[in-house]
Each structure stands twice: as structure tokens, then as C-alpha cells.
């Protein structure tokens, strides 16, 4: 029986990356078990998806992440080999980065190094790709560093943007090709 890798999901939203992610590492032999996850939003939808589907979910404010020595060793006593970072809305601190060298994953709704940084999340970058009239857009995986997505990519998956495109369908079609890739690219990246 092969070891799977841990992993830590901090999101801070609804979690459908979470729970898609969940489901398939419960029902698919994949190389990643998700071990637990985390979020800094009490109300964040992510709780009811991670109690739903029986992983445990730890609420720790902002104010408790800035504690990193904490969050570190609370990381290393959970044994969590790789943190998944799906709707955090949160920058994650150098003294993080360098505890978990590569092995913080970031997924972004756009085609980087276009639409990142400060401010760039959720339906703010898909109005600024319609806005700008580009052709294709897509998600981006990359590792995490110190500065707003802006560590090395890990790989893109790109679309077309119909002559018709609208916020709505923008963001139906970003969502339906992060479910159908997320659990891919962990997995592979945790062969």
C-alpha cells in the first residue's frame, strides 16, 4: 500500500475547490489524503463542507496566523506534507514559505503573470480579463512565495472567451476547470 502525502487546504470561502478535492481523494486511489483544513473566516462555507464530509476544520483568526511559530508546529504535529492554498484570502509570510519549501501550492483564477497581486481574486480578476477584452483565460497553479502570486508555475489550463462572455459565464467556466484539474495536479504533484 503506497504512503499518501497530507495535506492542508486553507480556504477562506465557500470551498468548492475543498470539497472536490475531499471527494476525490475519499473515493479514488489518488496519492494525497486531505488531512485537514483550515480557514480564517468564521462564517466561511468551507466548515459545513469539511463537517459534511468528515475532515476536520480548525478556525484560526488572523490575528493566531501571525502567530507563525504556532501555525508551524500546529502544521508539523498534523504531519501535513504540502498546504493547498483554495480561496485563501490571505498572504502567506516568508517564515511559512520557508518551513514548507515548495510545498505550498496556490491555485488562481486567471493566466499568470496577467491578473495577480493585491486585490486579484474571485469575480475582481474576471472582471478585469472581460473588461480588457481578452481572448482566453484560465487557472493558474503555482507554488507560493513571499510576494502575491508570484512564485514559479506549476502548469496552466487555459479556454477560449466567447464573443458573448459575461461575468456569470466567466466564472462558471473558471470554476469547472479548477474541479476538473485541482485533484490532477496535487496528486501528480504528490507522486
Not at 488562481?108 to 477584452?133: D, F, R, T
Request: some cysteine; hydrophobic content about 40%; charged content about 20%.
Amino acid at each position: 500500500m503506497k504512503t499518501k502525502k497530507n495535506i492542508a487546504i486553507f480556504a477562506s470561502g465557500g470551498g468548492s475547490n475543498a470539497e472536490q478535492l475531499i471527494l476525490k481523494s475519499q473515493t479514488q486511489n489518488l496519492n494525497f489524503k486531505v488531512k485537514l483544513i483550515l480557514t480564517n473566516k468564521k462564517t466561511a462555507g468551507v466548515i459545513t463542507v469539511a463537517h459534511t464530509l468528515g475532515v476536520p476544520c480548525f478556525y484560526w483568526s488572523n490575528k493566531c496566523i501571525e502567530n507563525e511559530d504556532n501555525l508551524i508546529a500546529f502544521l508539523n504535529n498534523n504531519n501535513i506534507d504540502l498546504i493547498v492554498l483554495a480561496g485563501f484570502l490571505r498572504k502567506i509570510t516568508a517564515k511559512l514559505v520557508a518551513a514548507f519549501p515548495n510545498k505550498i501550492i496556490n491555485l488562481h483564477p486567471a493566466l499568470l503573470p496577467k491578473y495577480g497581486g493585491i486585490g486579484m481574486y474571485g469575480h475582481h480578476v474576471h472582471e478585469a480579463v472581460l473588461s480588457n477584452a481578452e481572448k482566453q483565460s484560465g487557472i493558474t497553479f503555482h507554488y507560493v512565495n513571499e510576494h502575491y502570486d508570484e512564485g514559479s508555475i506549476i502548469e496552466q489550463f487555459s479556454f477560449d472567451i466567447e464573443k458573448n462572455e459575461n461575468l456569470e459565464t466567466l466564472q462558471k467556466k473558471i470554476q469547472a476547470t479548477e474541479h476538473s484539474n485541482f485533484y490532477r495536479v496535487i496528486n501528480n504533484f504528490c507522486k
